[in-house]
């Protein structure tokens, strides 16, 4: 099987597939390493930005990732070929872990003023925040409501991981090449074709997002690869490069 894919699609699959056995074996050093972390975090470290494509919480999350990789990224590296392939799915990679981390700040630093605003330092707070004994944030937290404290904590303490924001890309892309290529969702009995299926995930990521809610997914990541997968593909188009392969 490995043989009929790919080069560039089964290089990711392998890289993702050896990332996930070391984290079942090393467990919080890939995670603290290796994952994307919020940049005031003491573990964040610049090639996160890269490598949390390559880190995933469960089988279930790479199962999915590894498949959609497969299933829609091969088609598109047959017609683009490799180097293009590889650009596109790590630009739309980076344009997620982007998108997540500039959200990711913005609710922070409004939990952070919501915070002060009740009349805690923020050097106290910070404080707490990166702890090494333990530091219990509940009496920071006591002057501001659960949700502005599940926000701040979800920021700070949650790492990214994943190669969704990656793979919402591919999806776009595949939707701008085969729009009309019939595909399945898991809770309806019937296909879609591509140009409205996509945009169907995207909306649905988008109203989580919007609407903050605590769904264990980072919708923003999906929706920053998404974005910037579409923006490739909008100029491509209308510059002939989407007929062209680069090797």
Same mark, same amino acid.
């Given at each position: 099987m490995l043989q009929q894919m790919t080069p560039a699609v089964r290089g990711i699959l392998i890289a993702n597939v050896l990332f996930f056995l070391l984290t079942l074996s090393l467990g919080d050093f890939?995670?603290?390493?290796?994952?994307?972390?919020?940049m005031e975090n003491p573990r964040f470290g610049f090639w996160q930005f890269a490598t949390h494509?390559?880190?995933h919480g469960g089988f279930a999350h790479i199962l999915f990732?590894?498949?959609? /990789? /497969?299933?829609? !990224?091969?088609?598109?590296?047959?017609?683009?070929?490799?180097?293009?392939?590889?650009f596109f799915f790590f630009s739309a990679g980076l344009g997620a872990a982007f998108l997540h981390t500039g959200v990711n700040y913005i609710y922070f630093n409004s939990a952070v003023e919501a915070i002060v605003d009740s009349g805690i330092s923020r050097v106290q707070l910070f404080e707490a925040l990166t702890s090494t004994s333990g530091v219990n944030l509940s009496y920071i937290e006591s002057g501001v409501s659960?949700? /502005?404290?599940?926000?701040?904590?979800?920021?700070?303490?949650?790492?990214? /991981?994943?190669?969704? !924001?990656?793979v919402y890309g591919v999806l776009v892309a595949f939707a701008f090449m085969y729009p009309n290529a019939r595909l399945m969702l898991l809770f309806l009995p019937f296909p879609i074709k591509a140009k409205y299926f996509v945009p169907l995930i995207i909306l649905g990521d988008l109203y989580?997002?919007?609407?903050?809610q605590n769904t264990g997914i980072a919708h923003f990541a999906h929706i920053g690869g998404a974005l910037l997968g579409y923006i490739m593909m909008w100029y491509w188009s209308r510059n002939s490069f989407n007929n062209h392969r680069w090797n």
């Open positions: 890939m995670y603290g390493r290796f994952s994307l972390w919020f494509m390559f880190m990732n590894m498949y959609a /990789v /497969v299933a829609f !990224g091969t088609p598109l590296e047959r017609q683009w070929g490799q180097e293009k392939f590889i659960y949700e /502005v404290a599940e926000q701040l904590r979800s920021a700070f303490y949650t790492p990214a /991981v994943g190669a969704s !924001g990656a989580f997002g919007i609407t903050n």
